[in-house]
């Protein structure tokens, strides 16, 4: 099902306008609980992306506590990943996304596509708190991974849309 509400919203983009409140709010909640299947996770996820990215106004102007509760939901995507013991004893840096569980990459790649689709301003209000929540001493790894890879994302934006 979520998979033909995304080929619904690339194909025919205003066909979901007057749900999109509604369709956010559920594939939100699907999104971010970790009991649901990852395959389901990252599906609903990618709903709310492309709804985004097809009806960037109408999610600004109507649902704009969808759009904090999604990037969080990204953030929080991006800190599902295991210790892995024998990373520190690796002489050659591997590719980083190579080991990341699917919803990971899912997860951080989304995160780049809402602050595009959506403007990197709109997004980066919605997370500063919580990037700043995540970058304090005591948080774990994955918190501070997440936290600064969503500073790399933005970064990229402010330099890209100020140099044009």
């Given amino acids: ?16 306008k007057p749900a999109t409140v509604e369709l956010l709010q559920v594939t939100i909640q699907i999104a971010e609980n970790r009991d649901v299947n990852e395959d389901i996770r990252t599906m609903a996820v990618e709903s709310c992306v492309t709804l985004g990215e097809s ?15 999604l990037c969080l939901v990204c953030l929080q995507m991006m800190m599902e990943i295991d210790d892995d013991p024998e990373w520190a004893a690796q002489t050659v ?22 602050a595009r689709s959506l403007g990197g301003n ?20 994955q918190e501070k991974r997440a936290a600064l890879l969503g500073c ?13």
């Fill in 55 to 69: 009806l960037p106004g109408q999610i600004r102007k109507k649902a704009p506590q969808a759009i904090e509760k």
């Fill in 93 to 114: 840096p591997e590719d980083d996304d190579e080991d990341l569980p699917n919803v990971t990459v899912v997860g951080e790649s989304s995160l780049d596509r809402i």
């Fill in 1 to 16: 099902m979520l998979q033909a509400i995304v080929e619904i919203q690339e194909t025919l983009p205003k066909f979901m």
């Fill in 122 to 141: 709109t997004v980066l209000k919605c997370i500063a708190p919580q990037i700043a929540e995540f970058l304090k001493p005591e948080k774990v790894w």
């Fill in 152 to 164: 790399l994302h933005f970064n990229f934006l402010i330099n890209n849309f100020t140099s044009t």
